[in-house]
């Protein structure tokens, strides 16, 4: 099993910043990808971000292009998320995942959720 803590979710205004964190713990694969998808109320979850085991692919979602950065720490097992430039349409609860393997978009390919955070982002 792998647990994931994830940790920064909060209030912010419109064009804010705030900065997720995801620390995993308990068995780690030898190669896994970390990634974030979100929940918005009434809606599906949704793929935000993803990046590799190295660290030298990321993928992100349209919507947040230019915006979000991935990063990791593989030496403390833990992903983060730097959020810009927030938008109203940016609420939703934060999930962090890892999967062993490769990035991958669709969101039940992902093997370990976090229990998730949540951004409000108020206009």
């Known amino acids: 099993q792998v647990q994931l803590v994830e940790s920064g979710g909060g209030l912010v205004q419109a064009g804010g910043s705030l900065r997720l964190s995801c620390a995993a713990s308990g068995r780690t694969f030898s190669r896994y990808a970390m990634g974030w998808v979100r929940q918005a109320p009434g809606k599906e979850r949704e793929f935000v971000v993803a990046i590799s085991w190295s660290g030298g692919r990321t993928y992100y979602a349209d919507s947040v292009k230019g915006r979000f950065t991935i990063s990791r720490d593989n030496a403390k097992n833990t992903v983060y998320l730097q959020m810009n430039s927030l938008k109203p349409e940016d609420t939703a609860v934060y999930y962090c995942?890892?999967?062993?393997?490769?990035?991958?978009?669709?969101?039940?390919?992902?093997?370990?959720w976090g229990q998730g955070t949540q951004v409000t982002v108020a206009s």
């Open positions: 995942a890892v999967r062993a393997g490769d990035i991958v978009v669709l969101t039940t390919q992902w093997d370990y």
